[in-house]
T-cell receptor, first 114, second 114 residues
Framework: GENVEQHPSTLSVQEGDSAVIKCTYS??????FPWYKQELGKGPQLIID?????GEKKDQRIAVTLNKTAKHFSLHITETQPEDSAVYFC?????????????FGTGTKLQVIP | KAGVTQTPRYLIKTRGQQVTLSCSPI?????VSWYQQTPGQGLQFLFE?????QRNKGNFPGRFSGRQFSNSRSEMNVSTLELGDSALYLC????WGGGTDTQYFGPGTRLTVL
């Protein structure tokens, strides 16, 4: 089955610096890669996603890149702010017999130091 | 549009009891997936329902079961509770549950088994 590895598990950055979280996946059939942000006491919230026909996608301070050949994708957050502090999960999704099969990474706890 | 709602938000049960959790998806979404989240195991897939049918199931014992109603609302049931069942149970809905379909999560139900 699919295996998604996520690094680092914890990340501390100074406010205003950039943060990068990397994920690798094993199933070449995966074609959808969402990123979720989970704040304490809340469910994961989708922040950005990318599909396999796209190499990069940006949304204000957040960007995601995908390298299908190497089977890895990354989340980039620029000009970090204290409210970016949360746990971030990557995921890889593939069609499996007509339904979705989603595998999540183990999460990265991001701390932005004011 | 209202998001995914889950009830109750918190539950405390004792070993051996059973519990039922409820999830109302985003209006128009027909696929509902359930996940168990624990600090040690991360986000683990339980099962997915579409049009009242279970389409996909994770590696959990038969004590974990679910169902979906004609209005797409879903319930999951855990019988003979064990201490290890203490977790955050998350529900996610999507339009049709296909490989590139976006999942939206609810706030979760925090289950504590004593």
């Amino acid at each position: 089955g699919e295996n998604v590895e996520q690094h680092p598990s914890t990340l501390s950055v100074q406010e205003g610096d950039s943060a990068v979280i990397k994920c690798t996946y094993s199933d070449s059939a995966s074609n959808y890669f969402p990123w979720y942000k989970q704040e304490l006491g809340k469910g994961p919230q989708l922040i950005i996603d990318i599909r396999s026909n796209v190499g990069e996608k940006k949304d204000q301070r957040i960007a995601v890149t995908l390298n299908k050949t190497a089977k890895h994708f990354s989340l980039h957050i620029t000009e970090t702010q204290p409210e970016d502090s949360a746990v971030y999960f990557c995921a890889a999704s593939a069609d499996s017999g007509g339904y979705q099969k989603v595998t999540f990474g183990t999460g990265t706890k991001l701390q932005v130091i004011p | 549009k209202a998001g995914v709602t889950q009830t109750p938000r918190y539950l405390i049960k004792t070993r051996g009891q059973q519990v039922t959790l409820s999830c109302s998806p985003i209006s128009g979404h027909r696929s509902v997936s359930w996940y168990q989240q624990t600090p040690g195991q991360g986000l683990q897939f339980l099962f997915e329902y579409f049009s009242e049918t279970q389409r996909n199931k994770g590696n959990f014992p038969g004590r974990f079961s679910g169902r979906q109603f004609s209005n797409s609302r879903s319930e999951m049931n855990v019988s003979t509770l064990e201490l290890g069942d203490s977790a955050l149970y998350l529900c996610a809905s999507s339009l049709w549950g296909g490989g590139t379909d976006t999942q939206y999560f609810g706030p979760g139900t925090r289950l504590t088994v004593l």
